[in-house]
């Protein structure tokens, strides 16, 4: 692995990956990234990181959840982005999805705290059945790096303990 490369996994290793996202916008974007992710690296997403949050709107799910047969062109065209029609759709039906969630739970943090604890597979199940283009991987991964699942970090990582200093008590749960 490049230097470059290693610097960017570092940063988001020791910043980002395990901590608790307050935002709804920003567990979007988690969700939203990971989705991309699927069949290519990790490096090349957190790579295009910033490419993606210019084309998503800063991953407001409002504005995304209002994109129409424009915008789905505008990022099928951003060679900054992953231009996959699969995924593409399924950040915007995630988004509306999303809203709805919002609407009817008050956020989509809340949604997810409503269903904590729950196994890998029960939160693969649950995903599948509210959202697009959201496998056990995908669900998996989107889940440990925003402090949900368990295994981002182990106890030998120095990172393991500020991670779980952050967590809410009713997170701290294995």
Known sequence: MKEADIAVHKNYHDHFYGFPI?????????LVLEINQAGLSW?????KEETFRKAYH???IKKVAAYK????????NDAGIIRNKLKVNASITNARKILALQKEFGS???WLALHHPLSRAEWTTLFKQTFTFTGGEIVNEFLMSSGYLSGAHDAGCKIYKKVL??????NNKK
């Open 69 to 76: 047969e424009k915008d789905i062109e505008r990022l099928l």
């Open 58 to 60: 800063n991953f407001s």
């Open 22 to 30: 307050e935002s709804d916008d920003e567990l979007f974007c988690r």
């Open 108 to 110: 989509f943090k809340k």
């Open 43 to 47: 490096t090349t997403i957190l790579k």
């Open 165 to 170: 200093a952050q967590k809410p008590a009713w």
